[in-house]
């Protein structure tokens, strides 16, 4: 099969981007801003919002949100929605009838593509790309699959607009050889395209490009430690604006758990887990052609805080753990139960821990700033503070009020303490969305916003 054509985006009317993550699809729509010739991200004007959570624990929770009319923000349960083709027929329902905005409109679709293998560039979805994206996905099938049943949605509901996918794994295209090998025989490392891909790569160029303005560097001069914290958790070490290194791997399951995955195990462990380890997955028929071990399964659908605690919500996780700390205070007594909220989040925090000392390393103490960034990174006022406290050996300090009031500050990147030679520790609400539509240059358009 010959590579996908790369996408060279033109002109254009409505730029869509559709972001399938593990538990939730995210949707922003775009104009074309009045400045186009201003800075990168003033290139594009946000429409509205519109995100469906909570796929993996049903009901799924949609919510839609013009840009600038707080009033016009919706959330509620919604029972039909039961993977993201669903969520993304939910939503084109919605902007026709609520929002009367015109599908024809839309011309260019930007989806986010967890596992791109080696291909870096951005590619128009044809059906020879299609199909190559869905050979790759054998190396991250249950979030290729996601993002491709939410393209083939899209084809057939919008066949005028451009559908062009966005890889993770292009943002760590730079991580040297000998860090993104594994120590395997070559040939059939090579053979079988077994490296270290690494994901989240949007949000880290997001990261990258959000934190440096806030930081006035240049991205090329800049060193992160960034942690991209969500239902799927990972860490980056950005060198002079570079991935370097990064906790997941060959495929997502790597590294950090999440909300339903285990991070890195013992690899031997599946094989005593189940001796099952390597058959097809009948749990769940995918909308797409993509298989599923049910040793995949197990590790990316049924472990993480689901398996320990029973909740894929890590909020969930924090405020029961904070219950129970206050029942031992009152001196109640505190069962086993009880405890495996608090066990939840110290594996956690002691995960987040060995890779941050890892990167610390590896990047040798030159440090601009510790990011927070995913729904458990922009939202968790507890975990940020007890991984600072543990940072606060390599001269990092809290400012606990600010690190409190993040929720309340509207901007991208919220400062949230420092060390004293000037290093920073911030939370950058990451827009991986943004970060694909701003790619598009080209004439304004006007849009008839007549939300009912
Ligand atoms: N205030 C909060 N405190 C702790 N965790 C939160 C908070 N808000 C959201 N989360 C967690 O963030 C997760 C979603 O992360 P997000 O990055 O948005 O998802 P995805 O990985 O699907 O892209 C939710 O499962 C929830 O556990
Ligand atoms: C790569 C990955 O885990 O993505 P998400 O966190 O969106 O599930
Ligand atoms: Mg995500």
């Not at 049903?58 to 083709?85: N, T, Y």
Request: proline share 4%; net charge negative.
């Amino acid at each position: 099969m010959s590579e996908p054509s790369p996408a060279h985006p033109h002109m254009s009317d409505l730029i869509l981007a559709a972001n399938a993550g593990s538990s939730s699809l995210k949707i922003s729509l775009f104009k074309r801003s009045d400045s186009a010739s201003g800075p990168p991200d003033d290139v594009v004007q946000l429409l509205l919002t519109s995100a469906i959570t909570n796929i993996s624990a049903p009901p799924a929770r949609f919510s839609f949100a013009l840009a600038g009319h707080e009033a016009k923000s919706s959330k509620e349960s919604v029972q039909s929605i039961d993977d993201h083709a669903s969520a993304f027929a939910h939503f084109l329902d919605y902007l026709q009838r609520q929002a009367s905005i015109d599908r024809s409109q839309i011309v260019h679709v930007c989806h986010r593509v967890v596992h791109g293998g080696d291909y870096f560039e951005p590619v128009v979805i044809t059906e020879e790309s299609y199909h190559h994206i869905e050979k790759l996905s054998d190396l991250a099938p249950l979030h290729n699959g996601g993002a491709l049943s939410v393209i083939k949605a899209c084809i057939e509901a919008l066949p005028g607009a451009n559908s062009i996918a966005y890889f993770d794994t292009s943002f760590h295209r730079s991580m040297p050889e000998h860090i993104s090998m594994y120590a395997i025989r070559q040939d059939v490392a090579k053979r079988r395209g077994l490296k270290k891909y690494g994901f989240h790569g949007l949000s880290y160029a997001s990261i990258l490009g959000a934190v440096s303005t806030h930081l006035n560097k240049d991205p090329s001069d800049t060193n992160l430690i960034a942690m991209h914290l969500g239902s799927g958790a990972s860490i980056c070490a950005i060198a002079r604006g570079k991935s370097l290194d990064t906790s997941m791997g060959l495929t997502p399951v790597s590294g950090l758990p999440g909300a339903t995955r285990s991070g890195a195990i013992d690899p031997s462990l599946i094989f005593h887990y189940t001796n099952r380890a390597g058959r097809i997955s009948h749990d769940r028929a995918l909308a797409v052609d993509v298989h599923v071990t049910e040793a995949e399964e197990i590790l990316n659908k049924r472990s993480g805080w689901a398996a320990l605690t029973g909740t894929t919500d890590f909020g969930q996780v924090v405020r029961w753990m904070k219950e129970v700390q206050e029942k031992a205070k009152r001196g109640e007594e505190v069962t086993e139960d009880d405890k495996k909220w608090g066990r939840a989040f110290d594996l956690f925090l002691d995960r987040i821990l060995e890779f941050l000392g890892g990167y610390y390393l590896k990047l040798e103490g030159k440090v601009d700033a510790l990011v927070f960034a995913g729904g458990i990174g922009e939202g968790s006022v507890e975990l940020r503070e007890a991984v600072i406290r543990k940072a606060a050996c390599l001269g990092f300090e809290l400012d606990g009020d600010m690190n409190a009031t993040v929720d309340g500050d509207n901007g991208v990147v919220v400062d949230i303490g420092k060390s004293k030679d000037g290093r920073q520790v911030v939370v950058c609400r990451t827009d991986e969305q943004l970060e694909m539509a701003k790619d598009f240059t080209g004439p304004n358009v006007t849009v008839d916003l007549g939300a009912s």
